[in-house]
């Protein structure tokens, strides 16, 4: 593995991060994901949350953007970071996934897809 592929998967997420994840409603976030396929996580990211939006203005740092309206799909837009990933972004991914993957799976069983 190169250099840069080691930042950008790094194994140890930022503490304060994985913490943070640690202490959510996870019965809520799978209760709310498996009833409406969506749940939100009000205070998880409150003081980088400034860095991130203002990074959605620089697009050298963005692989591609989709505008959703172009397939008649609404208004909104979204953008992929290219790699390596902002360091907030990769730390989260890491923290979040472990608690994603028993939640996805059990509403996988459940609904029989």
């Given at each position: ?102 939640i996805a ?9």
């Amino acid at each position: 593995m190169n250099t840069r592929a080691r930042k950008v998967w790094k194994t140890i997420p930022d503490k304060n991060i994985a913490c943070r994840v640690h202490e959510l409603d996870w019965d809520r976030i799978g209760n709310d994901l498996d009833a409406q396929r969506s749940a939100v996580i009000e205070t998880l990211l409150m003081s980088e949350c400034n860095a991130l939006t203002v990074l959605y203005s620089k697009d050298e740092v963005f692989d591609s953007r989709v505008v959703m309206a172009w397939h008649g799909f609404g208004r909104e837009e979204y953008k992929y970071f290219h790699y390596p990933l902002p360091e907030i972004t990769s730390d989260l991914r890491i923290a979040v996934y472990p608690w994603l993957v028993p939640i996805a799976a059990l509403i996988l069983l459940t609904r029989g897809c």
